[in-house]
């Protein structure tokens, strides 16, 4: 049975962030607590960009935020193969007037610098767990892929997109389960392996560190 639905959504090629915040403002540490150099998660600063930049940022595992779109849909399910998610993430670089602002800013607050070489990125994120009434509960694929050039990551997402839509997940849940011996005492970077090679993709890549 396929029930998981793929969305229409995609990514903003634009990678870059121009416009810069137009009002009296001087950033302080709060700005930018919690700065993530690897991942998606925005900085109290980067929201007040996107904002003047007419950039939709989402709630992200409730007490973060970022550039999100959903990629695939699933109806509620309560057991079976349920999707926990699937996004499109995207981080933004910064040029023109919004770079000149930020560059102003650094003559007494030099972290702003993190900011000013983060490198456009764009993500694919999809989570697909299961769980059935005899006790049988795991995460059956967990597959995200993370890269700087908009081109190569369309290609992927091309690529990758017909491969999951024409999975039976619940029938692959089925088939996994029967080979558990093979997977479930490999760690994280090996179950992940093990995972990609069994349904075909491509290995993972994430966790790319954005800066310059």
């Known amino acids: 049975m396929k029930d998981v639905v793929l969305t229409s959504n995609s990514w903003n090629p634009e990678g870059y962030w121009t416009i810069p915040i137009k009002e ?31 950039t939709e940022t989402q709630s992200h595992r409730s007490h973060r935020t970022a550039i999100k779109q959903p990629w695939f849909d699933q109806s509620d399910k309560l057991e079976g193969a349920i999707l926990n998610h699937s996004m499109l993430f995207e981080r933004k670089g910064y040029k023109d ?12 607050f030099p972290r702003i610098w993190q900011l000013i070489s983060l490198r456009p990125k764009w993500g694919l994120d999809y989570s697909m767990d299961y769980a059935d009434c005899y006790g049988n509960c795991f995460e059956l694929l967990h ?3 993370d890269g700087f050039d908009y081109e190569e990551m369309i290609d992927m997402k091309q690529r990758i997109e017909p491969i999951l839509q024409n999975i039976d997940w619940n029938d692959a849940a089925i088939n996994v389960l029967r080979r558990k011996s093979e997977w479930h005492h490999l760690d ?25």
């Open 24 to 54: 009296y403002f001087a950033p302080k540490i709060h700005h930018l607590e919690l700065f993530d150099q690897n991942g998606y998660d925005l900085t109290e600063l980067e929201k007040m960009y996107a904002k003047y930049n007419l």
């Open 97 to 108: 007037e919004a770079l000149t602002q930020l560059k102003m800013w650094t003559k007494y």
């Open 188 to 212: 994280f970077f090996a179950q992940s392996e093990w995972k990609c090679n069994y349904f075909g993709i491509p290995r993972e890549r994430f966790k790319m560190v954005a800066w310059e």
């Open 143 to 145: 597959w995200e892929y």
